[in-house]
């Protein structure tokens, strides 16, 4: 608060409260500095601990490729992935700055420090092709309508890639000042995905899809882009990756609003193993899938998957991940699931079970191909029954669905039940074939749900195809580096998969998203979903 001393009032009682609430101003602003400068040097103190482990982890490596060539040659290539990918997550992670932390000192600090990494930058390699795209303002000065004249221009080259080919984009922006009144006149810097960065939509959506759809991890990926002629090192390529996580993250957001809104939702799990800190061994995570898609029965919502990460099994992840939802849950019979399928204080519960058929059949057809049980060759082929019954259906409307339903499938199912019964009072308790008709009839309600409606499935099959692309990635680069990394996988698996099911090239689609999402409004972030954006090349269709 600012006086004027020239005009400070007379009366003693005022000056005192005057002084007095300087004085607590003072306290304020030094006990809002000490947090400040509190918070700053945590972020420091993890920064720094990631570096230390970072630091552990190239020695480590490079220790071990001295060794690689042995007896034990293949286990040390193993072990060295393992930590590859432990590395690459770290890198990511300390690519993120604690923006929140920062002091205004620190701000400045990071500029600078900013401005020196520029200057050291390395210049893109001369081989590449280049397109220039020039910016030039108008002939004519806007503040007196004098006839310009050039300058100096500055140039920005950024490192892009256009399916099959870098490609280096030079921006010009000519400088020009007005002949009359000397003013100056130049055009702004395009935005880029990453402030001040290198790399183009092009590229970073290359690198992700790389990444996260074609399973290849950074440090190969840095390694095919080297045999092009294009360094571009792991902790480069992590930073990016970091960088355009953080960028789409209100758009993964948007998509599982739009999956949380259905009637139906289909989901299912699959175990991923992740790095646990500090003992270089893994536990293991978990990825969650919930998908909507009403295209079986001509449902006009356009199909979307979200998926989620969690540290482990236990069901509290699906319940909080589900709390928002209304409606039918078809999945398998994970007990986590369990109480959203019951009553709470006298509340109906908000979550409907809808059973998979499929998983029944998985059950017999073990048992078949191990014993060649007569009695599970038969349940299979009733059951077999039952999903060429649906097969029929496929496409239709629901009441078109549930009117072939009841008058085929209806007799079959009854008629299962029947033998069901039957077959379980003449075999033995204990016998794995006991065990399979025990898991459908405890399942019963469940299992003929989809009898009465026709927006339900047979079969959880759909989720199961959407875990599928996840299982190629776990057996391709093993597992996730860390929690951090298996949320950010969670994300990205989002919006390449939801693309896919919406019929587009998922790097067409992401190279589209991050060449505008950095400017975009954030209360119309629906408009860069799959289904609503305009991309302008690389659309295929459907499969």
Request: glycine fraction near 8%; charge should be positive.
């Amino acid at each position: 608060m600012r006086f004027d001393l020239a005009n400070l009032p007379n009366n003693i009682a005022t000056l005192h409260r005057i002084i007095a609430s300087q004085a607590a101003d003072v306290a304020s602003e030094r006990e809002a500095r000490a947090a400040r400068e509190a918070e700053l040097a945590a972020a420091k103190s993890g920064l720094l601990a990631k570096t230390l482990e970072i630091e552990k982890l190239q020695l480590q490596i490079a220790r071990l490729r001295r060794v690689q060539f042995g007896r034990s040659s293949e286990k040390i290539t193993r072990t060295i992935e393992q930590l590859e990918l432990m590395l690459e997550d770290l890198e990511v992670e300390t690519s993120v700055p604690a923006a929140s932390a920062a002091s205004p000192a620190a701000d400045v600090e990071q500029s600078s420090s900013s401005k020196s990494k520029r200057s050291g930058r390395k210049p893109l390699a001369e081989h590449l092709p280049r397109r220039e795209v020039v910016h030039e303002p108008s002939c004519t000065c806007p503040a007196c309508g004098g006839e310009m004249r050039k300058v100096g221009e500055d140039v920005t080259e950024v490192l892009d890639y256009v399916p099959g080919h870098f490609e280096v984009i030079k921006h010009i922006r000519p400088a020009f000042s007005c002949r009359r009144c000397e003013g100056m006149v130049q055009l702004p810097m395009p935005s880029l995905p990453i402030e001040r960065g290198q790399p183009g939509a092009g590229l970073l959506a290359h690198v992700v899809v790389g990444k996260y759809c074609d399973h290849l991890p950074l440090y190969r990926q840095s390694g095919i882009y080297a045999r092009e002629g294009v360094e571009l090192d792991r902790a480069t390529l992590a930073d990016w990756v970091g960088k355009a996580a953080a960028l789409v993250s209100p758009l993964v957001e948007a998509v599982a609003q739009h999956v949380m809104a259905a009637e139906k939702l289909h989901a299912d799990d699959t175990p991923v193993p992740v790095l646990a800190p500090g003992t270089g061994k893994t536990k293991t995570g978990r990825l969650w899938v919930y998908l909507r898609d009403e295209r079986p029965y001509g449902g006009g919502a356009p199909p979307a998957v979200v998926y989620r990460y969690s540290p482990d099994r236990k069901g509290e992840h699906p319940r909080a991940q589900l709390a928002k939802f209304r409606g039918f849950l078809q999945a398998d019979g994970y007990s986590g699931f369990g109480p959203l399928y019951e009553t709470s204080n006298g509340k109906p519960a908000t979550v409907t079970e809808v059973a998979c058929w499929a998983h029944v059949r998985r059950k017999f057809y073990d048992i078949h191909v191990a014993t060649s049980a007569p009695i599970a060759g038969d349940a299979l082929a009733r059951i077999g029954q039952l999903f060429d019954i649906e097969r029929a259906a496929m496409g239709r409307s629901p009441q078109v669905r549930v009117r072939i339903r009841q008058s085929s499938a209806r007799p079959v199912i009854d008629d299962l039940a029947a033998f069901f019964d039957a077959t379980l009072a003449r075999i033995s308790g204990r016998s794995e074939l006991a065990g399979a008709i025990r898991y459908a009839r405890s399942r019963w309600s469940a299992l003929t749900r989809y009898l009465d409606d026709g927006r339900l499935e047979i079969s959880n099959n759909a989720a199961e195809r959407a875990i599928r692309p996840l299982a190629l990635g776990r057996k391709n680069y093993l597992f996730a580096g860390s929690d951090a990394g298996g949320e950010r996988a969670a994300a990205a698996y989002t919006l390449i998969e939801t693309a896919k099911l919406n019929g587009l090239d998922p790097e067409a689609y992401l190279r589209d998203v991050l060449g505008r999402i950095a400017e975009h409004p954030i209360n119309r972030i629906g408009e860069l979903l799959p289904w609503n954006i305009a991309i302008r090349s690389f659309a295929r269709a459907a499969a």
